[in-house]
């Protein structure tokens, strides 16, 4: 069965700085990718997948990740983020053709002025 | 609808009470899922259905939980006896297909959740 690992609870920075939130999956078969992002008193949204093809991938508000096969690893970056960047950030895994997502336990960035 | 509604937003239950907690997915969405979240935790499968059946409905933690789905549109997750350890926010979620699927369809929509608190 998948799992995903986030090693970071909690990843406080200042604003305008860069940051990094670490993911890492287990898998035996190939499996698709997703970020999805929970702001304060709201519902989860998706902030980007990777499915096939390129391994950076985009999304909204500024973030990127890249998917690194060899370190089984969906690390999720942004090279300067806001306050308004502050909430809960959770890396996802399903494998290819399941109908399973499976979530990590969630990361929260505090962004701070 | 325009998203994935779900009701109640808060309830406060006693313990050994059962509680109804109800989903309203994105019109047309054969996928959806229940999850729960604990307080400090990740979100914990529960169970999937397409269309109104329940293929996956392994993360149902014990015989107290079970769901069904209507008519391919609303979903009631009954929790009977409630204890104490499953005071969390219940989310829903919908999707147009499971997430394992190589398309635009495999993104899950949520809704708000439903806060559950067993006292």
């Known amino acids: 069965a998948q799992s995903v690992t986030q090693l970071d609870s909690q990843v406080p920075v200042f604003e305008e700085a860069p940051v990094e939130l670490r993911c890492n999956y287990s898998s035996s078969v190939s499996v698709y990718l997703f970020w999805y992002v929970q702001y304060p008193n709201q519902g989860l949204q998706l902030l980007l997948k990777y499915l096939s093809g390129s391994t950076l991938v985009k999304g909204i508000n500024g973030f990127e990740a890249e998917f690194n096969k060899s370190q089984t690893s969906f690390h999720l970056r942004k090279p300067s983020v806001h306050i308004s960047d502050t909430a809960e950030y959770f890396c996802?895994?399903?494998?290819?053709?399941?109908?399973?997502?499976?979530f990590g336990a969630g990361t929260i960035l505090r962004v701070k002025s | 609808g325009a998203g994935v509604s779900q009701s109640p937003s808060n309830k406060v239950t006693e313990k050994g009470k059962d509680v109804e907690l109800r989903c309203d997915p994105i019109?047309?969405?054969?996928?959806l899922y229940w999850y729960r979240q604990r307080l400090g935790q990740g979100l914990e499968f529960l169970i999937y259905?397409?269309?109104?059946?329940?293929?996956?409905k392994s993360g149902l933690p014990s015989d107290r939980f079970s769901a069904e789905r209507t008519g391919e549109s609303v979903s009631t997750l009954t929790i009977q006896r409630t204890q104490q350890e499953d005071s969390a926010v219940y989310l829903c979620?919908?999707?147009?297909?499971?997430?394992?699927?190589?398309?635009?369809?495999?993104?899950?929509?949520f809704g708000a959740g439903s806060r559950l608190t067993v006292l």
């Open positions: 259905f397409q269309g109104n059946s329940a293929p996956d």
């Open positions: 979620a919908s999707s147009l297909g499971p997430p394992g699927y190589s398309s635009g369809a495999n993104v899950l929509t």
């Open positions: 996802a895994v399903s494998v290819r053709g399941g109908n399973k997502l499976v």
């Open positions: 019109s047309g969405h054969t996928a």
